[in-house]
């Protein structure tokens, strides 16, 4: 019923600039917590940035200053501005949510988008 769906990802040059979006879809009464991660290869899952219901936010220490996350609730929707980007920003980066469909809330895993950041 619910589906979260990444866009936005691809190739950019160290100091470049993306912006990602996740876009739920499905039986959605209302989006609680929002959180973008990322996965490198050979590395574990890592949370990015996160923003709650109220828009308060919080960044990994690697990317604060750097990345912006927000979030359109009219549009169920996420977004994760990074600028100045580098070679080690590249991996799969997932939008999580935490969604109350009108009788329980639990969290969703988007599939992913890739991010890849040369030198």
């Known amino acids: 019923q619910v589906q979260l769906v990444e866009s936005g990802g691809g190739l950019v040059q160290a100091g470049g600039s993306l912006r990602l979006s996740c876009a739920a879809s499905?039986?959605?009464?209302?989006?609680?917590?929002l959180g973008w991660y990322r996965q490198a290869p050979g590395k574990q899952r890592e949370l990015v940035a996160g923003?709650?219901?109220?828009?308060?936010?919080n960044y990994a220490d690697s990317v604060k200053g750097r990345f912006t996350i927000g979030r359109d609730n009219a549009k169920n929707t996420a977004y994760l501005q990074m600028n100045s980007l580098k070679p080690e920003d590249t991996a799969v980066y997932y939008c999580?949510?935490?969604?109350?469909?009108?009788?329980?809330?639990?969290?969703?895993w988007g599939q992913g988008t890739q991010v890849t950041v040369s030198s």
């Open positions: 999580n949510a935490n969604i109350n469909s009108g009788t329980y809330s639990r969290s969703y």
């Open positions: 499905g039986s959605i009464f209302s989006i609680n917590a």
């Open positions: 923003i709650s219901s109220g828009g308060r936010t």
